[in-house]
């Protein structure tokens, strides 16, 4: 990780990669402790944000927004690895990340206890707040435990997540730069690691407790 001081902060700055793609936020590092990194250039680092809604996170046409997320931050970071961070970040109230996006279809009683379970199941004593399970699409492509990672499949034979990859692929096909193809973005599958999840609140005093999640993009380096 940097040790600098963000440099050069950049909102819905045009993808180094793509024409007429741009990420949510990039900002330059002067400094950094990563050995990995080159010292010969600036470090950069790009971060995708997300709002967590029910009946609109996890519906298909913001799921295909998250993996066009995800694509996008690969492809930064697979350009120049020695030199780039990515994170893809996504919250909202507590309730709605946790219905829509880390356990779609849990319980929607719980909606009236901001988005934890009914009060006879907080009082049973073999009950933790961190035993929410993930569940539903998006654990296809996330880990909801710190340091976990999840490598999405590409070349998967699911008929449904096809369909939003090669959605993806149409619609950057003229994008592309450096005579940059579908098939060398197919190439490496990316791979997402947890890198905090915020804990689930029983303040059910608050009117909304929010939740967030980050996780650093990364992706598979298949050998040469």
């Known amino acids: ?39 010969d250039s600036e470090f950069e680092v790009a971060i995708e944000f997300k709002f967590s809604r029910i009946n609109y996170t996890d519906e298909k046409k913001e799921k295909k927004r998250i993996f ?3 694509m996008r931050l690969k492809l930064f970071i697979e350009s120049n690895p020695k030199n780039r961070k ?9 309730f709605d990340f946790i219905r829509s996006f880390q356990s779609i279809g849990w319980n929607i009683e719980a909606k009236n206890n901001s988005g934890l379970p009914k009060e006879d ?10 035993s929410i399970k993930p569940s539903g699409f998006y654990t296809d492509w996330f880990k909801f ?15 449904y997540l096809k369909g ?5 692929y149409a619609d950057y096909e003229d994008a592309y730069k450096d005579s940059f193809s579908k098939e060398d973005l197919r190439k490496n599958n990316p791979i997402t690691k947890a890198i905090y999840i915020s804990e689930t609140s029983d303040l059910l005093d608050i009117p909304a407790p929010m939740k967030v999640g980050i996780w650093e993009i990364c ?6």
């Not at 990515?86 to 507590?94: E, H, K, S, T, W």
């Not at 939003?164 to 993806?168: A, G, M, R, S, T």
């Open 219 to 224: 992706f598979e380096k298949k050998d040469e």
């Open 1 to 39: 990780m940097h040790n600098g001081c963000p440099d050069k902060i950049h909102l819905d700055k045009e993808h180094p990669n793509l024409k007429n793609r741009y990420l949510d936020l990039r900002f330059l590092i002067d400094s950094f402790d990563d050995e990995e990194c080159s010292e």
């Open 164 to 168: 939003i990859y090669n959605d993806f």
């Open 145 to 159: 435990k710190k340091g976990e990672t999840q490598q999405i499949d590409l070349n998967t034979t699911n008929d």
């Open 121 to 130: 199941t907080i009082l049973q004593p073999d009950y933790l707040y961190s």
């Open 86 to 94: 990515a994170y893809f970040l996504i919250c909202g109230p507590q």
């Open 68 to 70: 066009n997320d995800i």
